[in-house]
Structures are given as C-alpha cells and as structure tokens.
C-alpha cells in the first residue's frame, strides 16, 4: 500500500511570491490534515478535511493559507503572498476515520518550505 | 490550555542501557496519547495509541504506559537504530469528532555502540 505522498520536498521561494504544495492521501482515506512544523517549535495542526469539506481549520494562521481538497481526494495548501516566518516544514496526515483508532495517522514525508 | 511537555530534550544513551522518555500532558479531557518515532527528513511513524490511565504497550523493545497526567516510553536494552526523535501527542475529547493532534517537542534519542 502506499504510503501519504507528498511534493514537492523542498521548496524555496522569495518572499511576496506563492507556493503550493500537495499531497496525496492513502487511497480510501477520507481524513485529510496538514501539520506544520517551524523552526525550534512543536509540529503544530493546521486544519482537518472529511472528505472534501473543511472538519476543523481552527489551526490557520491567516488567510494567506488556502487549503483544498476537490473531490476529496489530494490536496493543496497554497501560500499567497508568502512571507519570512511562513518557513517550516509542512507534513499532511491522512486516516480512515477521524479519530485515528488502531494505527494512528498515517504522515507523509512533508515539505520543507523557505522563503528567503 | 491543552499542552504536552516532552524531557528529556536530548538523550543519549550506551547500547544495551535502557531508559525512559517522559510525556506530560495538560488536556481537558483525553480520547487519546500517541507515540510517534521520527527519522531525519522522514515524517512521524505511527508507534503506539493510549487510551485510558493504567494502559500499556508494547513492540519490540518499546513500552508505553500512561496515567492521568503523563505518560513514558520505555526503551529496554536499546540499539543504535533506535536513534530517532521521539515525538508523543494528545488527542483531544470532544463532540466535533476532529482528528487535531497537540504535539510535545520531542525526545532526541541518540544511542551509541
């Protein structure tokens, strides 16, 4: 089976421009979240996709992240504009159901962003 | 506040000498703990779920065991490919049903021949 896939695994960009990443799901996994991990703190949510639909994006920081999940399979979390503290690692999580019963959350690799 | 507090930071250890990692959380309401093992540029390898005070488990040389307000990971006799950052995470009970995971720092396990 495969694993949570992501892309790209490094990213660097300057500041002001966008970024997306992606990330693919294991297949059948209906739950969906993006993680983020800045530089000397905690992975720390971000938000929490069923399906298509947005369970919990409480996570945000601001509205220069947008988040999608069309059809409910991959998704994307853009940057626009893209700015200095934006830099971290960004890990997506997939799982059959929410609460992660038996085996957890499956993580994938993650993108290490920098914006320079 | 919900908070997990992970120590040590750092650790080393001699091969065979065993050793305990320490979680404590802060949580209004526990549905359940997760241990995580993290490679450099990998992403968190699901370990073990806890889910009530009391609860432990075990894989290979790996134990977890929690109480109401933390929980360890014991490593007995460990290896060099034991090496890894530890990472421990609370989930949250609650009717919204979300996923969300509150991390601790992490363990940085480092274990020499």
């Known amino acids: 089976e495969a694993g949570v896939t992501q892309f790209p695994s490094h990213s660097v960009i300057e500041k002001g421009q966008t970024v997306t990443l992606r990330c693919d799901p294991i297949?059948?996994?209906?739950?969906l979240y993006w993680y983020r991990r800045v530089m000397g703190k905690e992975i720390k949510f971000l938000l929490h996709f069923v399906k298509e639909s947005k369970q919990d994006e409480s996570g945000m920081p601001n509205n220069r992240f947008l988040a999608e999940r069309t059809g409910g399979t991959y998704s994307t979390l853009k940057v626009q504009p893209a700015e200095l503290e934006d830099s971290g690692v960004y890990f997506c999580?997939?799982?059959?159901?929410?609460?992660?019963?038996?085996?957890?959350?499956?993580f994938g690799s993650g993108t290490r962003l920098t914006v320079v | 506040e919900d908070q997990v507090t992970q120590s040590p930071e750092a650790l080393r250890l001699q091969e065979g000498e065993s050793s305990s990692l320490n979680c404590s959380y802060t949580v209004s309401g526990l549905r359940g703990l997760f241990w995580y093992r993290q490679d450099p540029g990998k992403g968190p390898e699901f370990l073990f779920t806890l889910y009530s005070a009391g609860e432990e488990k075990e894989k290979e040389r790996l134990k977890a065991t929690l109480t109401k307000k933390e929980s360890f990971l014991h490593i007995t006799a460990p290896k060099p490919e034991d090496s890894a950052t530890y990472l421990c995470?609370?989930?949250?009970?609650?009717?919204?049903?979300?996923?969300?995971?509150?991390f601790g720092q992490g363990t940085t396990l480092q274990v020499k021949p």
């Open positions: 995470a609370v989930q949250r009970d609650g009717s919204s049903n979300t996923g969300k995971l509150i």
């Open positions: 999580a997939s799982s059959f159901n929410a609460v992660g019963q038996g085996y957890g959350y499956t």
């Open positions: 297949s059948g996994h209906d739950n």
